[in-house]
């Protein structure tokens, strides 16, 4: 499999003895945003062939914790495979927790050059296997703080609630939305939001309302969420959901065209954040 280090070693071999330098670049790149292109173009422009090696979701279950990742495994290499940056991509494995565990990996892709941000964690460690396989750790990218996965993450919130009956209103203007009980809990200000909604063991991008429909002349907040790439035939009874990020407040259109304009951007802001199949 091209995806597994083992998978790709005749072709990184065959491109070491045609005199192509060999780059590594690790990570987890749950949500993909522009310092993780930049940082990866970086590392592209060091040399000739780019790997880029993803945590699995266990991996990163321990390193950011239960919630984590946003986005699974095969998600997570579709995402940055989509970006034609790298030569390959490729999963880390499963067991990489010890520096046994680092030069066990290094010792069989011996890259020439491990591309790093400057804020990368444990740099002396990495950099003395990398000399101690022949390589060297080269840092490409000043890390820029105000831009990061939990950043984007800040206004996350989880929850689980029911289906209810809504108007179907927005089938009629062609994205037809799940109506969601609010949860108790939920402390947000009213918006529109990217984020995830799981049901039948399935995770989709969605694109969140909640608050009022000034539109309707709707006082009261709604909670609801339009489903992307998946036609829903049969509506669930509940849905696992995340809100991620906040797009923009609630506003007030003059018309349904206005209205499905302003929805067409939203997905398309929905897309560009999750990163997940363009």
Known sequence: MKNSLTGILPFINRSKSQGKSIILATGVFDILHQEHINFLTKAKAAGDILVIAVETDSRVQQIKGPDRPVNNQAKRLTSLTSLNIAD????????????ADWEAFIKQLKPDIYAVSSHTH???NKQTIMEKFGGQLKIVHNHNPTISTTKLLGTSQSFKTNVITGHGRG???GYPTLNLTIPKNLTLSHGIYAGTVTFANITYKGAFHFGPIPLFKEKS?????????TDIKTPPKSVQFRLIKK???????S??????S?????????????????
């Open 122 to 124: 444990w740099l002396k």
């Open 221 to 229: 907040p709604s909670l609801e969420v339009f489903v992307l790439d």
């Open 247 to 253: 797009l923009r407040n609630i506003r007030s259109f």
């Open 88 to 99: 390959y991509v490729i999963f880390l494995p499963r067991k990489f927790n010890s520096q």
């Open 262 to 278: 302003q929805i067409l951007k939203d997905v398309a802001a929905t897309r560009m954040i999750l990163k997940i199949d363009y």
């Open 255 to 260: 018309s349904k065209k206005a209205l499905v």
């Open 171 to 173: 089938k009629g203007l």
